[in-house]
């Protein structure tokens, strides 16, 4: 709270109680949202797992969240990377957003398509966060500074809805800083994220509803240990470029070539509903957490990472409403696992490895992944999860999948 | 009729009455079943037309032919290929095949698959020469000599049934004896294939019911022109090469990796919907008769025959049902006209070098590719259709679509 009265001007003791209030309030509409979303997904999950004729139904229910989104008004392009986009411009979101990623990611989730419920509440949270702003009617704290823009509000509720979900309040304020690339906007208001992010987290933990990643056990300090946390960040660094590249240049290629989200949705949910049915890979449908889960006991096939990675690049590549967070993790925890055997690392511990590095490589968010990581896995983890994810920051390129990273906004 | 007399042993006069006869009951047979094929396969284009939706079904259709074959007790996996080396194994051939690859074909054209109806017609006259010759107990012609093997009569139904379809009683002729690799059996009775041959043509040419090719203009001799035979026969070769190893190799995969039958077609199916929504490759569907017609008349994109081959080997990769001969026509006249402007040559006579040369390089049949190839251009084309024919045959590799040539036979 220092910087709010380090310089002159005057606090406005009105605005200090509604910052604080609509903090509050974000916090309990983002825990709500991770909530419903989770009892949603995980519904579709089971459906999906218990019907697995419904991967048939995949082409009309792509259809149908793209018809849903035309009814709500939505732009039809609008997923995470667009609304980072949004954020970073300070663009309106919308509050119609909430519903429609909710019910969008609910039918991809049941027709068994590989995306992951995270991003989604990252736009519901963004959503709800700007709704929720709205009746407080929120001005600068200080008198006389310059107004409060638009994306405050829904980076709040990204904060919330997110830390929520993972039970990783700090990892998830710095996961929106990061995504806002410390826009001065944002990032003076990290008492308000930290607020509403760690009363979303309370009310989550309250209920026990959420991604629950289990635990791993740390090893003890060895120097093949080192070794393996700088061939898992190499790994992940080289994966999570291509992942990356293949999202944004599938995206592109998707919306120039085939146009019509609508065309797009269906013939995308018919590709991956084939290639599912001709390679027999329905284990690598829907969020992949059971996947994710199987990687943190010691269990992954070789190639398990590049197969999830391509349908999930196919899925949100067509325009399939859902999220590339989870899958990102689930891909990072295969490729470390898979990678596990090689300096005679415990596998569980590689894959936790994997999974911060992965997602710090390919989102370009590396302090996220590292608080994340050290939310989940507990602080005895964070040093080697720090060495991974820097080795993999440091050796891929600078394609993130919601766009370029901090650093090379800052060296520009 | 030399042969027949030529060595001791006297000949039965029953059993030549009898061979006469059942040529003419196989030529009145494959006629027929041409008809059926055209009147049927045109019907299922033109709805495929009307209503593009049908390419959603596609699935569905392919499973319901897969179904159809179970009921009917065929083989799952029995195409063109495997018919061709029952033929060269003197196997049985099914009767139910005529109405199984039928029906077959309808359902897969219906949908939109990528696949012809001229190997259709190869199966159905297997099928019906099979089952007509069975009451005239056959026998040789001379006393004394080898018993009937079992492939003749299927033999005999075929060149009718593909000489009605076509217009083209010599090419078909000649192509059944180069799929049966100038085995002795069968070709000792070229006069019965021949008389079958052109009593199914004559029928058909009084009906004029079947796949009538449009003639195209043949030029006045010149250097460039000789120039361009060589051009496409060398390009021909080189996409006859990829194609038919292509086709074999997702033939392979496909019955390794995906195993069922069912599931093969159902994948292919949401595959092929797939890729033809997300491109718009609606033009490609179907046998390719208006891309041919299109091609003759000077009319293809650079990368169309391109396109084309890839759906067909999808298609028929996956295991749905119908023929691979029409697509190769489709496919050769499409890069002959691509190629038709390099020495300002004609395109339309450059597609019809096209046709020729890729169906000889990817069949493996050059005798048959040049017969009908004058028999549908007419007979001033044949010394351009003979040099590139020739080119392509010698410059591509022996991976035929139904296995290797006579030629590398000999040479063993």
């Known amino acids: 709270m220092a910087e709010r009265g380090a310089e002159g001007g005057g606090v406005d003791p009105s605005q200090v109680v509604r910052h604080f209030l609509f903090a509050l309030a974000a916090g309990g509409a ?32 792509g259809a149908a969240s793209v018809l849903l989104y035309r009814a709500l008004k939505l732009p039809a392009h609008l997923a995470t990377d667009t609304l980072v986009d949004r954020l970073r411009r300070n663009d309106r979101v919308p509050p119609a957003l909430a519903p429609g990623i909710l019910a969008g990611t609910f039918l991809t989730v049941l027709g068994g398509g590989s995306v992951g419920k995270e991003a989604a509440a990252l736009q519901m949270g963004a959503s709800l966060g700007a709704l929720v702003g709205r009746p407080f009617k929120l001005a600068p704290v200080r008198r006389g500074a310059p107004a409060i823009p638009q994306g405050y509000a829904a980076a709040t509720g990204m904060a919330a809805c997110f830390g929520a979900l993972f039970f990783a309040p700090l990892g998830s304020t710095m996961f929106v800083l990061e995504l806002a690339r410390f826009d001065r906007a944002v990032a003076r208001h990290v008492p308000t994220l930290l607020l509403a992010s760690f009363a979303a987290f309370g009310i989550a933990r309250l209920t026990g509803i959420g991604d629950v990643i289990p635990r791993i056990a740390v090893p003890a300090f060895s120097w093949p240990l080192v070794v393996q946390c700088v061939l898992v960040g190499l790994a992940c660094g080289a994966a999570g470029t291509v992942f990356g ?21 269906v013939a ?15 284990g690598f449908e829907g969020t992949g957490m059971p996947l994710l889960r199987g990687a943190l006991a010691g269990h992954a096939g070789g190639a398990d990472f590049a197969v999830k990675a391509g349908l999930t690049v196919l899925a949100l590549g067509f325009g399939l409403k859902g999220g590339e967070i989870m899958p990102m993790f689930t891909v990072g925890a295969l490729l ?39 939310e989940i896995f507990g602080l005895a983890a964070a040093p080697y999860l720090a060495l991974a994810v820097a080795v993999a920051y440091a050796g891929s390129r600078d394609v993130g999948v919601f766009g370029h990273g901090t650093a090379s906004e800052l060296a520009r």
Chains 1, 2 share one sequence.
Not at 268 to 282: D, H, K, M, R, T
Request: aromatic share 8%; charged share 10%; with cysteine.
């Open 245 to 265: 590249t293949g999202l944004r240049l599938a995206r592109r290629v998707v919306r120039r070539r085939v146009g019509r989200p609508l065309v797009a949705a």
């Open 268 to 282: 995308g949910g018919l590709l991956f509903a084939g290639i599912v049915l001709a390679f027999g890979w329905q």
């Open 336 to 374: 470390g696992c898979a990678l596990g055997g090689l300096t005679g690392a415990a596998a569980p511990f590689s894959a936790a490895l994997g999974l911060a590095a992965f997602f710090g490589a390919a989102s370009r968010c590396p302090l996220a992944a590292l608080l994340m990581g050290a």
């Open 30 to 61: 983002g825990a709500a949202a991770s909530i419903a979303l989770s009892l949603a997904v995980d519904l579709a999950a089971r459906l999906s797992g218990r019907f697995p004729w419904l991967l048939l139904a995949l082409p009309a229910l």
